[in-house]
């Protein structure tokens, strides 16, 4: 059995192709390659957009948290002890149904509703995320579970936590997205 070997002119043709190109063969592999770098180069900005937007509201329920729970019960105070502006402990309440901890969450609300006011990439508005918030007030101390792989935060000093999930868009416009917002804060011991 021969194989048949090409003849010398049709592999000198073959590798004249190969080592030689002709004109425009560079523009076919731009426009060959465009759509994959514009594809991926959306992409990496899709994401770091989403990174951006999910970490300014985590900002803002933090500050929220973080000021709230200096609304100290002077009080308590002046008797040497620490507490909250909050009578007893309140858990999973919202601002439209607060319980005994309005005052406490009123202060928390208007906290978090202007540091939400900057943020892009919400797909409601300030006020509709701010009333679907879940606060934990534990004016004494205690624990509260936070996110969905189980975070448990335990403080023996006062302690506020929270948690949303806003629906954000993302820059490109590539759906929805509804990211787990927690923060969780307390009080310095007092020291006497």
Known sequence: MSTKQPSRPSRRRFAFCILHSAPGQSAVIVALLLPFLVAFTLLVVEVAE???EVAMVEDALQQATRSAVQSLDYAALARGQQGLRAPTACR????????DCRELLEVAN?????????????????QAV???????VLPTGGSCTLGAPARIVAESTPLLCAEVRPQM???VGWGAFHPL?????TIDPLVR
């Open 50 to 52: 989403r990174w951006l």
């Open 181 to 185: 917002i927690v923060a969780a804060d």
């Open 92 to 99: 999973a309440v919202t601002t439209v149904a607060p319980g």
């Open 110 to 126: 208007r906290f978090f509703l202007v540091n939400l006011s900057g943020v892009r990439g919400l797909d409601e508005s300030p």
């Open 169 to 171: 868009r993302g820059l």
């Open 130 to 136: 701010a009333a679907r918030v879940h606060w934990t």
